[in-house]
């Protein structure tokens, strides 16, 4: 059983900062796409940062976070970072993380999803 447990949300001003992360336990063989997503009250869960796996990682962002936001990782901690900056409030949501792992050698893949974060961000 692979389970993601997400830690450093909480209470931030607006133009302040803020790093969350997601650590992946269990056992499994590797882990592929590691992404954060968000969902706001009354909205539905919205991509936010997806970084990919392999010696050379790209990244994506949602528009509405790009040039803010930073994913990044750390393989030998199973870790997946989100660095938050200059946040503002419509940036009030849970945060989720998620993985794609290969659990065993015969390489098949499984999305695990974290049970979210709160970020609160004040004007």
């Known amino acids: 059983q692979v389970r993601l447990v997400e830690s450093g949300g909480g209470l931030v001003q607006a133009g302040g900062s803020l790093r969350i992360s997601c650590a992946a336990s269990?056992?499994?063989?590797?882990?592929?796409?590691m992404g954060w997503y968000r969902q706001a009250p009354g909205k539905q869960r919205e991509l936010v940062a997806l970084i990919t796996a392999g010696g050379t990682t790209t990244t994506r962002y949602a528009d509405s976070v790009k040039g803010r936001f930073t994913i990044s990782r750390d393989n030998a901690k199973n870790t997946v970072y989100l660095e938050m900056n200059s946040l503002k409030p419509e940036d009030t949501a849970v945060y989720y993380c998620?993985?794609?792992?290969?659990?065993?050698?015969?390489?098949?893949?499984?999305?695990?999803w974290g049970q979210g974060t709160q970020v609160t961000v004040s004007s």
């Open positions: 269990g056992r499994f063989w590797r882990i592929n796409d």
């Open positions: 998620n993985m794609v792992v290969v659990v065993n050698t015969d390489g098949t893949t499984y999305l695990y």
